[in-house]
């Protein structure tokens, strides 16, 4: 899609939603058989899988740390989620973004209960249509309880952008690609702030409005990740009583 | 690959089940585990398919751009196949550039393909000498519950059947179907003390001293084989699970991929 | 990633000035330690520029040439970052391809560059969609005395004003100065305990719970931001980063980047 | 060459070979002075040459395996044994090809005997003309014998293909460039088949003719191998008595 | 490089035969071992030889492409010259890139060809600034029994002086001879306890405390030198090699490299 | 520039040197403070700096040796430092160039005291004009000297070339991309000669000169590395007196 004239206009974006709106979200949890913890999510055009191992054993052992769990994090998109195929394996973007998002999700995991061992969360974007790390910090947070790692609070994550010099939630990609700014943020349920990226062009009392702004989707998006857990929580426990 | 994830009781298990002519889920020798494939699940590919064979879950995602042909074939578009064992799929799966095991799947996906002859290339010729269709087919493993090989395969030629070529968006003038002439299937079978079996799951791939896979096209004639594994086959075996083997695919043609 | 390089009593001595509102070295917890920019210090460079902040030492060399511009941006020069922690510059430092470490200092300083607008890329267009200049600015650690995110945004910026474009050099006319329009300046805050510091020294940045880049233009506003570390934030505390960190872009601008 | 109208013409190969007619072999046992086995093995066109270092110690050390030996199996091609320059180093293809060969020459090996060793086998294909892997088979099996590897039996490997809908025993490269269909297979001298790959278009009865082909094509290749390991040790016998 | 694999009592054995004037192989100081020289033993190669130099083994292939000049030399060739220790010619040689040892002997081969001018490089220019032909100098190592260095060398001016330039499999006219004018010879002297040996065996190498390999022309004049390992050596042990290498290269290249 | 006419006439070299003259030198030492020892040395157009760190411990520790410090160096070019930008990381040449000016310094280092350890030098071209090498082995020997690591001596290094059919000392850029040969030694003030590489084409009686020519330059940059140590050395007196 090439540049539209308007990407907002009277309080509606191209997609329909209003500035403040999220994209339909979907989340099914435990979708693996293999890993830990798993979860499925959907974010607007964003399907992103995570998975989590562990606590277990740190290969190397260097890496081990003899007081606390290692938490590693890998975000990788499939060739196939992006318009242009993306070759295989980590680039530089991939390095960043999975090193602010184990940052985001670190602070809420109690790694001094496993000395020793490897917390991995696994992050493949299946396709991707901006706000993939958000997607996946979400779909990682609700993967790590389901794996049962002991955790503080879930961590939920959503961005604010501008486009049209209007703040906007959670930008799709031809408002990513059109717009003016972009802010990812990541939240604690108590508003801790434990990932926060911004590029493009904002003004101090944007920033504070879009800070809000953020806060209130990450809310949000808080919700939906304790129904998913409570609902596939609640069907095992049904499951256990009909045995 | 996977050997050191099943204890010794568990193969014992296996083992002694087969001896009885059983398996861990009630499957006859023969006989493959559920099959499921879902197409057109990623709408940035130009074709994709999630396959469920049994545990195992793979995603193929089918992208297709213009590039250059190779010198020696001028006037023929390019198969790309490229699988990759990510570690979210299994614990035994690590991180980093391809292994033995996943270029080995990567590269017999491929052949299933292109030496079924599944992919006219000729008619992804755009200017003989310089553009052609290149026709990546990326294999994600999501989940590893045992053959992979079949699920790999199956999941190619879903993503295939229902690619497009995108030439609008590179002004090449209306999207087409990709052209398909044939549609191979892979049915990979197992051997264990003697025993033949069909359809792998992760227990029975881990405990098998050799694989084979065998690739028959719409005609019911061969296209690939790779036997894979250090304990020696047969004639005899070969034969047989040839045999089978031509049949399952056409049994799995007919009930999963009409086109 | 230093954390092993600091004693746990010199962790707890620096914790300690803290609480009584002191820096080991005597400074307000919003003063930057002393800055030296040197401009054209690499004559085979096109803008080059050696940063001395604290006992922090970076040189940053601007190489510029023609080169292909990219296909969904074809009448714009392309910026392309490199950041590098050479192991001369520290005994943590180690060989090899760039960590994560680095790559995130070469991102953060290259949004901050890209982000403001500084660069104005349209009039690095040589011939649309097939030639532009390339500008590759590579930031060389020589020394990590800690906040080398400041020393390399200061470095770029710097290098940048005094860049030419070699036009003459590659038969294109005379060489003309890099089209600049905006001076952004990265102001690194740390928190340790509660306690917001501006322009780390190495062992506050060891003991730093979590760091926050602002990236502001010359119009007092935002254009790119980076929290790194594990430790979270509150909003006032973002808020009060914020807040300081335009001030003292400002003040850094007006004393060392003068146009 | 461009493609030929027809590759055989009344039974006679574009090279003067009948259909179940291998190309001339030359062996050469012990031709390297460092390894502790070595084979130089022309096939055609095709010259390899193999080395066998071990048992001997396992680096890195976490690839041992307690009870029996580690057998590594690296088939490399020369830049210079192609017709376009070849890279060097291993691509995906020669990965494939030292897997599956590796994997026809371990059921003959006693690994049991060297738990904690390995067992390094190394190919070069010094020229290249179809069949390398076949030819680095071959050479591979006689250098384990030259090292003084236990073994049950050699392993003998060549390929059977199709062309101009007509089986042939061992392809060269124009067969091979211009073919139908080419299987490659290894065999142990009871007939039991350690390789086992095929690409092409083989109906079911062809499949079964050309098994039945090959294997005649790798018991011809096993007398001529034991024919070069028996004139070695004969040699050093003579020599030992003209001492 | 190998001294793991040469045990204390031999190295005291060499050390001592040393002292009184002799080599293990009964050879004087000055002498080589035998040489054998193959030429067109590849045919897939434009140009080959197969050196055996005492029980060292190497096979050099010469492949000749056409490619794209340098930017700075549009009118001449290319020369590449590549060398591999492939684990199969040593138990101390290793797979995965070539390591410094290996990349020394490549780059030193190189110059012996490069700087000798033995091939005129402005003859290898097809169409000036877009097409020239590119000389790869392939050195596979099969056997190391000592002294590589020379055996490497021999074996690419032996491979240059029968290769062809393969015109006419490009379309570009008839194949011609590569163009040669000089036959440059490298000589390998080794310093063990203040002696000096030509032409090292695998023992004598990795008890020898450095090397100086003195590469000369047909005119008996300088191309390329290197000494390699960390003995120094005085002005008189230098002038002693080049003099006797010059000699020794001459013999060589009169018996064995006659054009 | 483009090939002149003449690089030298009437004994004068086109940036007005005499054959025997080096071009000039500037040396700071203990220029950074992380490193244990460091030194920047400008040479003509070169600007290069040294660290070393050291003794410390080896990793990876399978390089450890037993009995003497492992030596390793590290010779990089910044990519800013020559005219077409230079790709980041270690090439061919940049290997070479570090193994042999380690083994131009390694004879001079009491290796033997520091069994297990490390000595790291590294050495970063800022700026490259022709004899990088041998101001990187200058700017080492000092750094070495700087960390306070037990020498036999110190170890000088320039080069001598032939431009015109002249010997000349300290070939800079265009001498050395135009001129007739380019020899590169290292010596310790004894007279050893730790390093020599040649190219070009030299008679033998040309080579004997121009390494007495090369030997004079290195005893002239001898004295320079002593009196910028001695400087350095005597203000730190002075300083301590003042305290």
Not at chain 1, 144 to 165: F, N, R, T, Y
Not at chain 1, 206 to 234: D, H, N, P, V, W
Not at chain 2, 94 to 105: C, F, Q, V, W, Y
């Amino acid at each position: 899609m090439s540049k539209p004239e308007k990407l907002i206009a009277d309080g509606v974006r191209l997609d329909g939603r209003k500035p403040d709106e999220l994209r339909p979200i979907k989340i099914k949890v435990g979708v693996l058989n293999r890993a830990d913890g798993s979860c499925y999510f959907e974010f607007g055009g964003n399907k992103v899988i995570a998975a989590v191992y562990g606590p277990r054993e740190v290969h190397p052992r260097h890496m081990q740390k003899s007081t606390s769990a290692v938490v590693r994090y890998r975000y990788n998109m499939a060739s196939f989620s992006v318009e242009e195929r993306k070759r295989p394996g980590p680039d530089r973007r991939s390095i960043e973004v999975s090193k602010v998002s184990r940052e985001a999700l670190e602070p809420v995991i109690f790694q001094e209960y496993f000395p020793r061992s490897a917390i991995d969360i696994f992050v493949e974007i299946l396709q991707a249509d901006a706000g993939t790390r958000t997607a996946g910090i979400n779909a990682a947070s609700i993967a790590l309880a389901d794996a049962g790692i002991p955790m503080k609070s879930l961590v939920s994550s959503c961005a604010v952008g501008k486009i049209d010099d209007t703040l906007v939630l959670d930008l799709n990609k031809d408002e990513d690609n059109y717009g003016q700014a972009d802010m990812p943020i990541a939240m604690t349920p108590e508003g801790n702030i434990t990932l926060l990226q911004m590029d493009g062009h904002l003004s101090r009392d944007e920033f504070r409005e879009a800070l809000e702004m953020a806060k209130k989707g990450c809310t949000a998006i808080y919700e939906m990740q304790k129904s998913a857990l409570m609902e596939k929580y609640s069907s095992q426990i049904e499951g256990d009583n009909n045995e | 690959m996977s050997n050191e994830v099943i204890s010794e009781l568990r193969k014992d298990y296996i083992y002694n089940l087969m001896i009885k002519g059983e398996r861990e889920d009630g499957r006859a020798f023969n006989q493959y585990r559920e099959i499921t494939i879902d197409t057109n699940v990623i709408d940035k590919a130009e074709g994709s398919a999630r396959v469920k064979l049994g545990d195992t879950h793979v995603v193929v995602g089918v992208k297709i751009q213009p590039g250059t042909p190779f010198p020696d074939t001028p006037d023929q578009g390019v198969i790309i196949t490229n699988l990759e064992l990510i570690p979210l799929a299994s614990p035994v799966f690590e991180a980093g550039p391809p292994r033995e095991d996943a270029i080995e799947l990567a590269r017999v996906t491929d052949r299933g393909v292109r030496e079924s002859g599944a992919l006219d290339l000729s008619k992804l010729c755009i200017t003989p000498g310089e553009k052609v269709w290149m026709v990546f087919i990326d294999v994600h493993v999501l989940d590893d519950g045992g053959n992979i090989m079949d699920a790999s395969a199956l999941g190619a030629i879903a993503a295939l059947m229902t690619a497009k070529l995108p030439a609008s968006r590179f002004g090449l003038g209306d999207d087409s179907v990709v052209p398909l002439r044939d549609v191979p299937v892979s049915v990979t079978a197992v051997e264990i003390g003697g025993s033949i079996m069909l359809d792998p799951s992760m227990d029975e791939e881990s405990i098998a001293g050799t694989k084979l896979t065998v690739t028959s096209n719409q005609a019911g004639e061969l296209s690939a084989m790779q036997k894979s594994g250090v304990h020696p086959l047969t004639t005899e075996q070969i034969n047989y699970i040839v045999d089978i083997a031509i049949e399952k695919a056409k049994e799995i043609r007919e009930k999963f991929l009409v086109i």
